[in-house]
């Protein structure tokens, strides 16, 4: 997943863009912040996912100072751990 935001044009592959709202996912340290209906752009042609930086921005103030409107918990794996259970 890609950050930077540009113009209208995929700087991937020089797709068209479309604007639409996305589930962004940040992780920091050891925690997962989900944040609905974030505004984005979506390549048309490749999928690649573009944020502005403003957007990040307000993503970086929500983490120390937003109020979330719920909590999830989140599982956890150890892959080698799951697919080959100890003996
Ligand atoms: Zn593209």
Known sequence: M???AN????????????????????KRDSHIYLFQNVPAKVCTACGEIWMDEEVLQQIDKLIEYGVPVRKVETPVYDFPRAVAPAH
Do not use: P, S
């Not at 113009?7 to 940040?26: K, P, S």
């Open 2 to 4: 890609t950050t930077k």
């Open 7 to 26: 113009n209208q044009r995929c700087a991937v592959c020089g797709g068209e863009l479309q604007a639409t709202t996305i589930t962004h996912e940040e």
